[in-house]
């Protein structure tokens, strides 16, 4: 028997709750993993709480991210005792997740965890974090290189825009951070954020061409604050779009494409390729400076998931959310 967060939905409706379950409760897949740490990513609260019809099949343990060691395996790619990292997939929405003391995915899935990473230390990077990273590898493939001006971060005390503040000032650009809560200044300021501003600024409708402000965007926000993004974004600079936290409305001009050349990167961390993912964590375990993830990182045990599943929705939760799965 072992513990996991299920989510259940029948004529009694819609719930989530902590369970003694057995390994007939694991769905198929080649590797099964015992799991040490989860995480609540915006996601996770949306599949917890049940506001959007993110899960797909009941009953389903939840948890999209989890990190942790290899018990049994049926691909040659793996051993027991190996250390993993699972993000996306579909995992915690179609099939069973890492909110659990075990998990069993489909080797295809699994990432080999970088040695310079502690499992905890991934799940304090989780999809947040690692589509942060996806986000930083589009600008730069776009050209962006330190000094080319202000990079502006939106949502920037979330698990995205914090780990994106951390790993672009650590890689020497100067960062604007927009928040809603800028009683956190000096704590944006300490992961890195040259300048902070109310995320007011960005959030109402606004012009389809402003000043020219930003060299590069990374926006987990959407609506009107990619829209007014893109609209001041300089000349050929580029914006990588991750996030609805604002909306999963764009309600924008082409004014800023064909007027100034601007790019609108679309990043999407669920069904990317292993080709990509596996160089996001690479970089990730090279570049991210550890004892700021620490600093942005609160843990948490399993039976506080499901209270952190609707602090996450009401903005409540500043940087990342760890889940002790075992405690
Ligand atoms: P968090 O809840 O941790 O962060 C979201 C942040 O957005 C909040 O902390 C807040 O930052 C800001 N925000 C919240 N509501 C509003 C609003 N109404 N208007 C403007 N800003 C707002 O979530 P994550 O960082 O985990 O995820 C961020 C977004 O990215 C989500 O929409 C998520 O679904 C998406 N996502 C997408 C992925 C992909 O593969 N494309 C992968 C991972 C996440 P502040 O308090 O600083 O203003």
Same mark, same amino acid.
């Given at each position: 028997?072992? !513990? ?13 709750? *902590? ?15 015992? @799991? ?17 019809? &993110? ?8 948890? +999209? ?6 018990? #049994? ?18 995992? $915690? ?11 069993? *995915? ?7 965890? =970088? ?8 799940? #304090? +990077? ?18 962006? @290189? ?18 994106? +503040? ?31 501003? /109310? ?7 606004? !012009?389809?061409?402003? !000043?020219? %402000?930003?060299?590069?965007?990374? /926006? ?22 991750? $996030?609805?936290?604002? $909306?999963?409305?764009? =309600?924008?001009? *082409? ?27 690479? %970089? ?15 843990? +948490?045990?399993? $039976? ?11 903005? %409540? @939760?500043?940087?990342?959310? &760890? @889940?002790? &799965?075992? %405690?």
């Amino acid at each position: 028997m072992f !513990k996991a967060l299920v989510i259940e939905k029948d004529a009694a409706g819609y719930r989530a709750g *902590v369970q003694q379950v057995d390994d007939s409760a694991l769905p198929p897949g080649e590797v099964t993993v015992r @799991v040490d740490y989860s995480t609540i990513n915006y996601k996770d609260g949306l599949a917890i709480t049940g506001k959007s019809p &993110v899960v797909r099949s009941f009953p389903l343990h939840a948890g +999209i991210d989890f990190a942790g060691v290899v018990e #049994a395996s049926e691909d040659a790619r793996f051993k027991p005792g190996d250390r993993v990292v699972q993000n996306g997939w579909g995992v $915690g929405e179609s099939h069973s997740g890492g909110l659990a003391q075990k998990a069993r *995915v489909k080797a295809d899935w699994l990432v080999p965890l =970088p040695e310079a990473l502690s499992t905890r230390q991934a799940m #304090a +990077i989780g999809t947040a974090g690692y589509t942060a990273m996806l986000c930083v590898l589009a600008l730069e493939r776009h050209g962006l @290189v330190p000094g080319m001006g202000d990079v502006l971060v939106t949502g920037a005390n979330g698990g995205v825009g914090s780990v994106a +503040i951390t790993l672009l000032a650590g890689l020497g650009h100067r960062v604007v951070a927009s928040t809603g809560r800028t009683g956190e200044a000096a704590h944006l300021q300490a992961l890195g954020a040259a300048e902070v501003i /109310d995320r007011a600024e960005l959030s109402a409708p606004g !012009k389809p061409m402003g !000043k020219e %402000r930003w060299a590069a965007v990374v /926006d987990s926000v959407g609506s009107h604050t990619l829209a007014n993004a893109c609209a001041q974004t300089r000349y050929g600079g580029a914006v990588a779009a991750c $996030g609805l936290a604002q $909306g999963l409305d764009f =309600p924008a001009s *082409v004014a800023p494409f064909i007027l100034r050349g601007i790019t609108l990167y679309g990043i999407d961390s669920v069904m990317a390729k292993p080709s990509v993912r596996m160089p996001a964590w690479e %970089r990730l375990a090279r570049d991210l400076d550890l004892a700021k993830l620490d600093a942005i990182t609160t843990e +948490i045990a399993l $039976g506080e998931a499901v209270q952190a599943g609707a602090d996450i929705l009401a903005g %409540r @939760v500043r940087g990342r959310l &760890v @889940v002790d &799965v075992n %405690r």
